[in-house]
């Protein structure tokens, strides 16, 4: 089955304690992206990637770090985790030819 | 300055009725492309359907149908004969192309719609 996959799908953490969610695809997709989903924000992206090795920052990258090393992983890193990072998380990918992203399920992270 | 703009915070509508979703965009790229997305309560991000900018006739995927009028920026979302499980919130986001990798390109998501289908 084609699909993103996120993990964790929840996660509770402290300020300043290093984490990664991880995000995996098995379509073969060129581009990957991270976003945050808040209230009445909407989702704005952090960092995308157009292939391996080819990365860069999206609206709001601050505080986030990623990489590509495979093509069918881009996991989401936060060196040191703040409450303003509390948020919703959406990976997405696509082929670069439409960019008709498909969304893993989110990953509700919480900062304390 | 806003580049994707949902008005309508919130609808309501009844079963089997049409609904219509607003969104407008603003670019002045001539190559683009307009998407729209359901958010159900148990909060995946569901692609419902596509519009290139060059695409001359409007889109359509089963129920739902795109009502793209270029000249006026406006891409909304028609939803034939709804049904409860239609209720969720819809997204609009429009592709445009990213500062930095030749190529690059990003989505921009307007705030949303929260449809509620009542019975």
């Known amino acids: 089955e084609a699909q993103v996959t996120q993990n964790p799908r929840y996660l509770i953490t402290v300020t300043g304690k290093k984490l990664t969610v991880t995000c995996s695809q098995n379509m073969n997709h060129e581009y990957m992206s991270w976003y945050r989903q808040d209230p009445g924000l909407g989702l704005r992206q952090i960092y995308y990637s157009m292939n391996v090795e080819v990365t860069d920052k999206g609206d709001v990258p601050e505080g986030y770090k990623v990489s590509r090393k495979e093509k069918r992983n881009f996991p989401l890193i936060l060196e040191s985790p703040s409450p303003n990072q509390t948020s919703l998380y959406f990976c997405?990918?696509?082929?670069?030819?439409?960019?008709?992203?498909?969304f893993g399920a989110g990953t509700r992270l919480s900062v304390l | 300055a806003q580049k994707i703009t949902q008005t309508q915070p919130g609808m309501f509508v009844q079963e089997k009725e049409a609904v219509t979703l607003d969104c407008t965009y603003d670019?002045?790229?001539?190559?683009?492309?307009l998407f729209w997305y359901k958010q159900p309560s148990s909060g995946e991000m569901i692609f419902l359907i596509y519009q290139g900018s060059y695409d001359q006739q409007n889109a359509t995927e089963g129920r739902y149908s795109l009502n793209f009028q270029k000249a006026r920026k406006s891409a909304n979302l028609v939803i034939s004969a709804s049904q409860l499980g239609d209720s969720a919130m819809y997204f609009c986001a429009m592709r445009e192309a990213a500062q930095g990798i030749q190529g690059a390109q990003k989505l921009v998501f307007g705030q949303g719609t929260r449809l509620t289908i009542n019975p």
């Open positions: 670019t002045s790229d001539p190559s683009y492309g």
């Open positions: 997405a990918s696509s082929f670069l030819a439409k960019n008709i992203q498909y």
